[in-house]
């Protein structure tokens, strides 16, 4: 039981991370910290994220080119162009593995305003990274108890937290669920209570407005991200002021989306560069 609380605990903690860091930060930058506080977070993303950790420019990259080009044939990983999860994860880890080993330069406008650490995103990230997370969350496993099962079927799950949140998101996030604005793209809100990725699976509502923190358009909809996101904004440890905000849809019906108002890569909050 012990074993899968702290599978439980990692896992949640794992996907604030990679949402709060990599994704509304680094990618969208949808809010503002300063220097120092931006190191803590680097170095919380790449602890807690362990041996799944996701390089922040690369997943900004690949992201940015996600809204850009959102269930087109451009798009590094829509369900609408293939058919089924893993034929969608191997091409976005292929195209991840490229930005992230410098074996593709990408387009100028996806590159740029995201925070590098080489030592973490480069030299302690890699199969010898992987290999030692994954060897001390089995230490943990071993010391709380767990069964044999656990080995078997939680561990590998463990070790491969950030592509699973990956997959969950962008395959379910484009496929299941319902809309509240009519986007160009596939995009839909899976779950009402967004209790397995923290908020992410609000896609209709994000790709509405990419550069909102809160993924939560109607007052049901409760983003537990952005709820950490409001403390640490109310604490001064980061700055929401200049965010935009997400806005309720018409009552009754969907949105109808017009074509300037419509995401776009601008909605990433960088520039495209000249
Ligand atoms: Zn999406
Ligand atoms: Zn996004």
Redesign the pocket.
């Known amino acids: 039981m012990a074993t899968v609380i702290f599978f439980l605990v990692h896992w949640q903690a794992s996907v604030f991370f990679q949402s709060f860091f990599q994704h509304r930060y680094c990618a969208h930058r949808q809010f503002a910290m300063g220097k120092r506080t931006e190191k803590v977070a680097h170095f919380l993303a790449w602890f807690v994220g362990g041996s799944s950790y996701l390089t922040p420019r690369a997943y900004a990259v690949l992201h940015r080119m ?1 809204h850009a080009y ?1 269930d087109t044939p451009k798009d590094p990983h829509s369900p609408v162009h293939h058919p089924n999860v893993f034929k969608m994860m191997w091409r976005t880890k292929t195209i991840y593995q490229d930005l992230r080993l410098g074996r593709v330069v990408p387009e100028a406008r996806f590159d740029g305003e995201v925070p590098s650490w080489p030592l973490l995103d480069q030299k302690l990230n890699g199969w010898g990274t992987t290999f030692t997370f994954a060897a001390g969350y089995a230490g943990i496993y071993a010391l709380l108890g767990a069964s044999w099962w656990m080995y078997v079927f939680l561990l590998p799950l463990h070790i491969g937290l950030g592509p699973i949140h990956g997959a969950i998101v ?1 395959y379910f ?2 496929k299941l669920g319902y809309r509240n604005f009519e986007t160009k793209d596939s ?1 839909r809100n899976t779950l009402v209570f967004d209790v397995l990725t923290m908020g992410e699976l609000f ?1 209709n509502n ?2 509405r407005f990419g550069q909102s923190p809160n993924f939560g358009a109607r007052a049901y909809e409760i983003d537990p991200c952005y709820q950490v996101m409001r403390l640490l904004g109310a604490m001064k440890i980061i700055d929401m002021s200049g965010s935009q905000k997400m806005k309720l849809p018409a009552k009754g019906k969907p949105e109808v989306v017009e074509e300037e108002s419509a995401p776009s890569i601008a909605a990433t909050g960088v520039e495209p560069a000249e």
């Open positions: 996600h959102s962008n996030g484009h995009s896609q994000h790709h």
